[in-house]
């Protein structure tokens, strides 16, 4: 078992940045992809962006490209989102995502075998 927790959302100015925190616990060695997904209210869930730990495959949505960057602290077994010119279309409940597998985002969205976070919201205020 894996337990996640977000944090690190909350209210921001557009142009502004936040970073989101997404610590792991339990048997995290095995969870080789982690990613970050978001769902805005009346819209379904979509992703942000995944990555492979094992060759650094990383996947963006083309939304948040030259925005936010995924990055880890295997130290403290938490991966962090960095986003900067946020957009009030970044408004959404974002949920952190850990696979044993796959990075692929379609893929670890529709797994059984994904392990999800509880979310932390973010808004962005124009």
């Known amino acids: 078992q894996v337990q996640l927790v977000e944090s690190g959302g909350g209210l921001v100015q557009a142009g502004g940045s936040l970073r989101l925190s997404c610590a792991a616990s339990g048997r995290t060695f095995s969870m080789n992809a982690m990613g970050w997904f978001r769902q805005a209210p009346g819209k379904e869930r979509e992703f942000v962006m995944t990555i492979d730990w094992m060759d650094g495959t990383t996947y963006y949505a083309d939304s948040v490209k030259g925005r936010f960057t995924i990055s880890r602290d295997n130290a403290k077994n938490t991966v962090y989102l960095q986003m900067n010119s946020l957009k009030v279309e970044d408004t959404a409940v974002y949920y952190c995502?850990?696979?044993?597998?796959?990075?692929?985002?379609?893929?670890?969205?529709?797994?059984?075998?994904?392990?999800w976070g509880q979310g932390t919201q973010v808004t962005v205020s124009s």
């Open positions: 995502a850990a696979h044993r597998a796959t990075a692929q985002p379609m893929a670890l969205m529709s797994s059984p075998n994904t392990y």
